[in-house]
């Protein structure tokens, strides 16, 4: 896990990066990422349900609702995500998926935004580094029981 702040329209934002390996082709991993129903079983902290609305999706979170837009590149292992708690608001954060070896790696880089105290951000954090640790694990679980696991 690493943090940064980064310079954005004058403003200072601090990022935090994390990366999983994951025991399993980095296309199944994509696509397992990609797909905004599977959110919910992953993301656990953060998303509780999500169903579409459009052209975007909504999470259903410990705050409310949250409207999410997906932006993927499968060739580029791009998944991005693009987050609207508020009308007016929205923040990013982004993701990919490298192949590496027979497997993959998963690398997500999040902002905290604007107006968030440290300590959400650290619970963010936090919760994220759990979340990978669930997605590794849900990778795994699918290549052992790949009919029982979905």
Same mark, same amino acid.
């Given at each position: ?79 991005? =995500?693009?987050?609207?708690?508020? %009308? @007016? /608001?929205?923040?990013?954060? !982004?993701?990919?998926?490298?192949? &590496? ?6 690398? =997500?880089?999040?902002?905290?935004? %604007? @107006? /968030?105290?440290?300590?959400? !951000?650290?619970?963010?954090?936090? &919760? ?23």
């Amino acid at each position: 896990m690493r943090t940064h702040a980064i310079s954005a329209a004058g403003t200072t934002l601090r990022s935090d990066t994390q990366a999983v390996s994951i025991d399993g082709p980095a296309e199944e991993v994509f696509d397992f990422v990609a797909d905004p129903e599977n959110l919910p079983k992953w993301a656990v902290g953060f998303c509780h349900a999500i169903r579409r609305d459009g052209d975007r999706w909504l999470a259903r979170t410990a705050q409310g609702e949250v409207g999410i837009r997906y932006v993927t590149d499968r060739r580029l292992g791009v998944v991005d =995500f693009y987050l609207s708690p508020a %009308p @007016g /608001v929205e923040a990013a954060a !982004f993701s990919r998926v490298l192949p &590496s070896g027979s497997g993959a790696e998963y690398v =997500f880089t999040q902002f905290q935004s %604007p @107006g /968030v105290a440290d300590e959400v !951000f650290a619970g963010q954090v936090a &919760s994220l580094a759990e979340e990978l640790r669930v997605l590794q694990a849900l990778v795994r679980a699918r290549a052992t029981c790949p009919t029982s696991a979905r």
